[in-house]
């Protein structure tokens, strides 16, 4: 299995030139461009285009015609989160409409004398659902393990008037622990996402889509030990700018990463049979 390197494709330039056209031009001006970019992207990541395809192929059991034209929409959508995650942050989320289903459960985590613990996953687009919550008594903070977005997240931070997530990002120094026990000790809540790891990492497996695969332990060893409920946070893209927030209480044994973990797992192939286009890990995500 290829594993994750840490970085994602995209730049501040580019985010630049998306908030240019999104503002000059409009946001649908900015989709037709992913009309070429994404088309880009399909010859030109070959990587990234063979990881998907599997997805569509093997997993998702689409036929050889139909998962090639999937991997293209797939880079279309995943291209259309990121036009709205700029467009949100800069100010314009009156554009867009929004659906929640159990944010009660986040509610409640909020008002909870401990620490609230959300685990998600890279389906959808869950940063944005920091701008269409509301406001919260303990601010979310989001665990990364992408080194290469800190100069994204700081450039979208510094055209919006006020920052509501906090991001942790995971170090090869451990820092991030104590950042992640100081968040804990706050009693404020954490996101976690729990569907990439590092080389060095210490794993756990479970299947998805019927298919052997590894996942980061750390997630699911803190949050299965803690007094707090935990919850499966995601947030998709449906048409005309809608998204949808989606909240559910994770069913597990205390004490029990394990058990968390395919509880996990569960969860997103729940997701992705109601948005298979939105399955974000450009990676040979499957242990071979």
Known sequence: MAEWEGKSRGTVSGYRIFIFLIKYAGINVAYLLLVFVSFYYVIFSPRQTKAIYQYFRYRRRNNAIRSLVNTYRNYFVFGQTIIDKVAITAGLEHKYTYEFDGIDHIRQLAKDNSAGILISAHVGNFEVSQYFMGEFDKQIHLVTTDEEQRAIKSYLSSIMATPRTGFIVVKDDLSHVFAINQVIEQKEMICFTGDRFVGGSKTLMSKLFSQPALFPAGPFLISSRL??????????????????????????????????????????????AKYPLQWFNYYDFWKA
């Open 227 to 272: 007094s707090t409920p935990v919850l499966f946070v995601y947030v998709m893209r449906e048409r005309n700018r809608h998204y949808h927030l989606y909240a559910r209480k994770a069913v597990f044994n205390h004490r029990d990463a394990q058990s968390l973990l395919e509880a996990f797992t569960q969860s997103i192939e729940q997701i992705l």
